[in-house]
């Protein structure tokens, strides 16, 4: 980097690293958040009752070749790649977490889906020779990786045609949420994710000139009762103690509304569609 300039790369790493160490030190001992079946149970129910619409946009603002052959990094339980294997693509996905993987198997039984190709390990674990090229590359919402160059430069060469990320503008609202109780809980400042223009200026500083559309959403975290709610407050945040959780609940009870659905958080959501093509 010249002088003076901003090492966005570097930038993106370190914020990543701390990300990552203070859950470690505050005790996330039982794997990813996405290793719970609860969790992903939860995420699955929400993608087939009230976020159509959102996928729906995602896909059009991508706006794939029908058949182009597609990979789809932290794929999830299939948001994406399901309704792109209904529209006749190939697809493959790389996705380290057990229960996300038979949800999205659940979620494409329910939708009478074709079969995607499944490797499950993580972006960083998995070969080039075993992912291949593809016509598209997507990772959406699935960005928390550090060595974030090497990554970037891997999808780069697993697509033939286009790129599309999917990220946080403003930090998701749990993770804002975050912000005000993690003092609470652990004593020390919540250390956020880095944000989709930490991310352009890291593909800008690597000499790739992406696009960057964002949407913005009205809309808050939805739950079906004020306990799943605790619940997820509960494990996001680590929380160990009766005490802590009394600090959770007396939040939630200051700041949740009854919805004709459930219970939600209002909250709003912006997030950055970044892509370039080959």
């Not at 914020?15 to 996405?34: H, L, P, T, V, Y």
């Not at 974030?148 to 804002?176: Q, T």
């Amino acid at each position: 980097m010249c002088a003076g300039k901003p090492d966005y790369i570097r930038m993106w790493d370190e914020q990543i690293a701390r990300a990552f160490e203070q859950k470690r030190k505050a005790g996330e001992d039982n794997g990813s958040f996405w290793d719970n079946p609860v969790n992903v149970d939860r995420y699955v129910r929400r993608l087939q009752k009230d976020d159509r619409g959102r996928v729906q946009k995602q896909l059009a603002s991508m706006d794939i070749p029908p058949e182009s052959s597609v990979l789809d990094i932290g794929a999830g339980p299939g948001t994406l790649s399901v309704p792109l294997a209904l529209s006749g693509s190939p697809v493959t996905v790389v996705e380290p977490s057990g229960p996300m993987i038979r949800g999205m198997e659940a979620y494409r039984s329910l939708t009478n889906a074709p079969s995607v190709r499944i490797i499950q390990k993580t972006w960083e674990e998995a070969s080039l020779r075993e992912i291949g090229r593809h016509d598209v590359v997507i990772a959406s919402l699935s960005l928390m990786m550090g060595n974030i160059r090497a990554c970037i430069e891997k999808m780069d060469d697993c697509a033939v045609s286009a790129v599309h990320l999917f990220w946080f503008l403003l930090p998701p609202s749990l993770s804002r949420g975050n912000s005000e109780l993690w003092p609470l809980l652990h004593g020390e400042p919540y250390n956020f994710e880095p944000t989709a223009d930490v991310l352009w200026n890291v593909l800008y500083q690597m000499g790739i000139y992406a696009n960057l559309t964002v949407e913005s959403r009205n809309t808050g975290q939805a739950y079906a009762s004020v306990q799943e709610m605790r619940q997820d407050y509960y494990t996001r945040l680590l929380v160990k103690t009766d005490e802590q959780k009394g600090i959770i609940d007396r939040y939630l009870e200051e700041r949740a509304v009854k919805t004709d659905k459930g219970f939600a958080l209002p909250g709003v959501s912006k997030t950055a569609h970044i892509w370039w093509e080959k």
